[in-house]
């Protein structure tokens, strides 16, 4: 207050106190590019085990005689009163060959539900050899009460996939999707599992 | 509060020096609530952190006595995470952090021979908004959902389970970043706008150039944690899904933007303590301090390592091999420039005319046991050994190696040091010492023993554990509320030292002490250099060093 410095101040303080707030914004700004950034940098890297890609239809598919390990697994987050599991624990597949695996999943409640299965594949860099045709991931699922239903996977991996990796194993985990209306989930038909399109 | 001290010997020792200048403002709100002398406010930030320290303290205690015996005595598991993720950010936050503010709005002004802080009314403002920060964070223990529970980290899903109360602790980080951030700009500008002529860059004090570097590091990465923390407001209360996998989102997303924070963090709260302790070896060694410039240059590699290295702390998340790799080290590289520090600071002591009054007991001390936690860090950064570490008392141990007799060491060791120039009088030196014995005997009977609890296999963060672990938790609990009571020592030498001592200090204190802040009496006037002083050999420590 009245402790004032008689020091003439170098004028210069302004300049270099705007200079430093626009440092301490970019960086607030920063943070939250940090978001696509990080998103983008593991669908290229497949860092997180999320690169996965989505086939293309009419993809040439070569077969070659290398064979892989495949191993099923299958979560529950604790949201979700569901029981979920793998048919088989694992295969053993072609490089190109096209293949399938069920996944069963079982609605406990008494009441109808939405599950997004969100998918991971370890080790990382080889959801970028990992193709999937078509995915119960893909889309939103709703079981009815007790209702119990298989879920496919169609996928095949690429022929091009590094040598040192022997066994890849495919996880799922089943959230809850608390988004849907109790009067809508139970609109939804046996058969008809929502059109909802996926984030990624 | 005691910080009414400067009242009390106006007339003493420096009566005849810049009276003129020395008109305080009167009445308690003038003085405290609305000043902007850097002075008064280094007194207000470092009282507010030794109260921290303290409350933090309390609650090391609380944890410290669950775990003395297996099983649950005391606390619910609840609130025993209440007190660990509480300690953690009430120690960094409110304690080291201010405190070290507290330093440098002291001593920046006076070693570079300024007549302030180059903003003062931000000045103020930076450090009254963190009594209100952290009035709302300790509030958050009396509601009904209680305090932060996950960890000082805050990691998704497990902080957004939390209740409502969740909101008061964004809120209070998010004040906590903006005095820290108001307060670099602060430091910054000082340094750089204000030192007075002659004072080049290569002639600063190593305290200051560590001020400026950490400075740099907090405008940097402040903000990215207070966006982290808004990430996690809007996913807990408005439906975002930024860390959330149902919705898209990603939880490990977090530890990595957490802990680019985190890292350079760890040497926000370090930095100084490397400024201090080159400040007291050299005046109790009376040699110059060895390889000044090697010391800034390691300083500013070590400030841009801290931003490459972030993911050391998550080798568990899963990371391909080659990240792993990069990561461990680029992470051992830190070891070279912190190694040319230690090594300099034992040369600096080598053939030196040592004496060991108490703030070079605890710069010596820091030497060492900070030495212990940096080794016991390239242990951890070694990738394959750290699956068997992470998250284990090993990780306990070692950071409060680098925290505890590292960063509070400094501080102690720098306000025994500066204390007489402070306050005009010498403090206890026999209660110093006491003071420093026991500290450091009983900070290594707290901490040593966690290093084997961890390499066993001991969590952090549990309330309970296997009976295996009892005799070492035993003796860690017996050191820890030993180095708890003896900072009441620290304590009581301070009010001494302000209130009851009678022995004057000289305006140079301590004989082999160079710099600007040393040619000023003891206490220095309220307003110092309002007329620049001469920068000669005579006046500061590294005059013949400029290249």
Known sequence: MNTEQPQPRPASHTRIVRRLVLVAVAMFGFGFALWPLYSVFCDLTGFGGRGIQVAESGQQLQKSDRQVKIRFDATVNSGLPWLFQAKQKTATVSLGEMSEAFYLAMNNSAEPMAGRAIYNVTPPEASLYFVKTECFCFTEQVLQANESREMPVYYFIQPDLPDHIKEITLSYTFFRDKNQSAEALAAFGDSNPAEVSGSR | ?547
């Open chain 2, 1 to 547: 509060m005691s910080i009414e001290h400067t009242h009390g010997h106006d007339h003493e020792s420096h009566a005849a020096h810049d009276d003129h200048h020395d008109h305080k403002p009167t009445g308690f709100l003038n003085r405290w609530l609305f000043t902007t002398n850097h002075k008064d406010i280094g007194t207000l930030y470092l009282v507010f952190a030794l109260l921290m320290f303290f409350t933090g303290g309390a609650m090391a205690m609380v944890i410290r006595a669950e775990l003395f015996m297996p099983g649950l005595q005391l606390v619910e598991p609840d609130f025993f995470n209440q007190m660990t993720t509480m300690h953690a950010l009430i120690m960094v936050f409110g304690a080291v952090m201010p405190a070290w503010v507290g330093f440098a709005n002291w001593m920046i002004p006076m070693m570079i021979g300024a007549p302030d802080m180059a903003l003062p009314r931000m000045n103020n403002w930076s450090f009254w908004i963190l009594p209100f920060a952290f009035a709302m964070l300790l509030s958050t223990l009396l509601m009904d959902s209680g305090g932060p529970a996950a960890g000082w980290t805050l990691y998704p899903p497990l902080s957004l389970q939390g209740g409502q109360s969740f909101a008061f602790v964004v809120f209070a980080v998010h004040m906590m970043g903006i005095s820290s951030i108001m307060g670099s700009i602060n430091v910054i500008a000082t340094i750089l706008n204000m030192r007075a002529p002659g004072m080049s860059l290569l002639k600063m004090p190593l305290f200051v150039w560590t001020w400026l570097i950490t400075a740099f590091l907090l405008i940097a990465v402040m903000p990215v944690l207070a966006g982290a923390v808004t990430m996690l407001l809007t996913d807990h209360f408005f439906g975002t899904s930024f860390f959330n996998a149902a919705g898209g989102g990603d939880p490990v997303m977090f530890q990595h933007i957490f802990w680019f924070f985190g890292h350079p963090e760890v040497y926000i709260m370090i930095l100084p303590a490397f400024g201090v302790v080159s400040e007291i070896i050299p005046t109790f060694a009376r040699k110059p301090l060895f390889g000044y410039t090697a010391m800034v240059y390691a300083t500013a590699s070590i400030a841009f390592l801290s931003f490459i290295v972030w993911a050391h702390h998550m080798f568990t998340v899963g990371m391909p091999l080659t990240g792993e790799l990069y990561f461990m080290y680029a992470t051992m590289l830190i070891a070279v420039p912190t190694g040319v520090k230690v090594f300099n600071w034992v040369s600096t002591m080598w053939q030196g005319s040592m004496t060991f009054e108490t703030p070079m007991l605890f710069a010596i001390g820091f030497v060492v046991l900070f030495t212990i936690g940096g080794l016991s860090g390239l242990m951890l950064a070694i990738t394959a050994a750290d699956l068997q570490y992470h998250d284990t008392y090993f990780v306990v141990a070692h950071f409060h190696y680098v925290l505890v007799p590292g960063s509070v060491f400094a501080l102690m060791a720098g306000a025994y040091y500066w204390l007489p120039k402070w306050t005009g009088h010498m403090y206890s030196e026999k209660w110093g010492k006491i003071h420093f014995w026991i500290s450091a005997i009983s900070v290594n009977i707290l901490f040593f023993p966690q290093h084997y609890l961890g390499l066993a296999g001991m969590p952090r963060r549990i309330p309970d554990y296997s009976t295996q672990f009892a005799d070492f938790n035993m003796i860690s609990s017996i050191g820890g509320f030993i180095f708890g009571a003896s900072q009441l020592i620290f304590v009581g030498v301070i009010l001494h030292c302000v209130y009851k001592s009678r022995e004057a200090a000289s305006g140079r204190v301590w004989e082999g002490a160079r710099g600007l802040e040393w040619i000023l009496s003891s206490p220095p006037p309220y307003h110092s250099f309002n007329t620049p002083p001469v920068i000669d050999a005579t006046t500061v420590a590294h005059a013949g060093e400029a290249h």
